[in-house]
């Protein structure tokens, strides 16, 4: 069975009942968090779930065993997200790579973007650690082995052009072989960022909850120069938190 949880009109989930017991244990659903599973007629406190009181268990069965967790957040990250514990977090799910948005952006324009290039990979090898069904990372090599196929039939084509022009004076600017392939490689590219936002999104929604929200239209422009500039800002929130100090809004 499944539970939607629902905080402040913002919903999440669906979980397991497993699921449950361990996000209230450390601190991702707090037990005053409404629940509520398709079986179900009306939200309940999670804690009334974890006890055994809804007729998702069957009167026989016992209750299975809950301790109301200690917790103390720091600050809530996002308004309406479920709270989390970064020490927690931090132990079970590394940090992302948290090289700044703007040298990421620098480096990619001053290395005509193969910079990019590289750093898509890194991410999206983070993000296959922390959420094993991301896979965007196959969607990148994807990508690389295309690019790396229409740089040779565009240095083939330009050499065959050479001789041609040699030979017979005529030249053709049109590669059909190339522009299909680069055409397919930035296919292959839309399909990577956006399978790395959904990614995201699942990851940093349910895992480790702090309400992350990526825009479609952001995404398709600026890709991973906008990904990784909301991960500067979820790590500077976990590192905040692991001190006691305030963290980014």
Known sequence: MHYQISRNGQMYGPYTLEDLQRYVVSGNVLPTDLAKSEEMSEWLPVSEILAGRTTGFSSGAPAPAYSAPVFTPAFT????????????????????????????????????????????????????????????????????????????????????????MRHSGVHSSFHPVAGLIGLSAWVVKLIAR????????????????????????????????????????????????????????
């Open 194 to 249: 956006y399978s790395q936002r959904a990614s995201l999104e699942e990851h940093f929604n349910g895992p480790e909850p702090v309400g992350l929200r990526l825009n479609p239209v952001m995404t398709f422009f600026f890709g991973g120069v906008y990904f990784q500039y909301h991960l500067n800002r979820i790590n500077q929130i976990k590192t905040a938190a692991r001190y006691g100090a305030p963290g980014p809004l």
């Open 77 to 164: 990250p996002n308004p309406g997200a479920p709270q989390f514990n970064p020490a927690a977090a931090a132990s079970q799910y590394p940090d992302a790579p948290n090289l700044h948005w703007g040298l990421v952006l620098l480096f990619g324009f001053l290395t005509c973007s193969f910079f990019m290039i590289i750093w898509n990979l890194v991410v999206a090898a983070w993000l296959k650690r922390v959420q094993p069904n991301a896979t965007s990372m196959m969607y990148y090599i994807g990508f690389v082995v295309l690019t790396v196929l229409q740089i040779f039939f565009g240095g083939f084509n330009g050499f065959h052009d050479a001789m041609m």
